[in-house]
Nanobody
Framework: QVHLVESGGGLVQPGGSLRLSCAASGSIFSDNAMGWYRQAPGKEREWVAGISSGGFRRYADSVKGRFAISRDNAKNTVYLQMSSLKPEDTAVYYC?????WGQGTQVTVSS
């Protein structure tokens, strides 16, 4: 049974930074790609970033250059470092591992 738990969300001013974490249970973490998605109020869920088991990273154009995804296989944890945050980054952020999803963590960017 895979269980994902996100943390690190909160309220931040425009231009600020946050680091999200996603801790995964189970022994399949290091063999699988991980990803981050987000869903803003009234909008469809969108893919944000992904990292392969070998560490290859990809980003949505909307966050490229501002967000950085990383993983620590020893801790079964994936991170999303978010910088230069904008109000349009406000959303619930979810991490994924294969077909599994976390419960989400709220990020609000507002002055």
């Amino acid at each position: 049974q895979v269980h994902l738990v996100e943390s690190g969300g909160g309220l931040v001013q425009p231009g600020g930074s946050l680091r999200l974490s996603c801790a995964a249970s189970g022994s399949i973490f290091s063999d699988n790609a991980m990803g981050w998605y987000r869903q803003a109020p009234g909008k469809e869920r969108e893919w944000v970033a992904g990292i392969s088991s070998g560490g290859f990273r990809r980003y949505a154009d909307s966050v490229k250059g501002r967000f950085a995804i990383s993983r620590d296989n020893a801790k079964n944890t994936v991170y999303l470092q978010m910088s230069s945050l904008k109000p349009e980054d406000t959303a619930v952020y979810y991490c994924t591992l294969g077909p599994h999803w976390g419960q989400g963590t709220q990020v609000t960017v507002s002055s």
